[in-house]
């Protein structure tokens, strides 16, 4: 609640929402996103699939109640913004954030450099599997 989102778990979510974030990384998780949205919602993927492919059901409501999949993609500026947001601008903006306390809720755990290997292992693990894990902090020795 400190970012002014409200977080559920599957089973406590309420349907019908008008905007569902999806980022389990698992197809079982994006058809319970898809379930949750109202008429004419939008649900946005953030999971990363790789090469792995989703069964979806796009059948049932999905085209009754005119569902919007929307995929986000942080490496590229939406085509109607792009005029406006330099790459060194949008650095600019991702480095100023770094500072804003609020977004400290976000991270999780924290980890040695060294440990980084192990980090970067389970990071890539499905929601299910790290359920706690949202946001790793990656602590450099100094004198490195």
């Not at 319970?32 to 990363?48: C, I, K, M, P």
């Not at 989703?54 to 049932?60: I, K, S, T």
């Not at 755990?109 to 970067?120: G, N, S, T």
């Amino acid at each position: 609640m400190r970012l002014g989102a409200s977080f559920a778990l599957p089973d406590a979510a309420a349907p019908e929402a008008e905007r569902v974030f999806h980022a389990s990384g698992s197809g079982s998780g994006l058809a319970t996103a898809l379930r949750l949205a109202g008429f004419e919602a939008t649900v946005v993927e953030l999971s990363w699939y790789g090469n792995r492919a989703v069964a979806l059901p796009l059948g049932e409501d999905f085209h009754a109640r005119r569902l919007r999949l929307q995929s986000s993609q942080v490496g590229h500026v939406a085509s109607a913004m792009r005029s406006r947001w330099t790459r060194a601008q949008r650095l600019a903006l991702a480095l100023s954030l770094l500072n804003e306390p609020v977004l400290d809720a976000l991270i999780t755990d924290a980890a040695a450099f060294d440990a980084l290997p192990e980090v970067l292992k389970r990071s890539s693990l499905p929601a299910s599997e790290a359920p706690h894990m949202l946001c790793q902090r990656i602590d450099y020795d100094a004198a490195l």
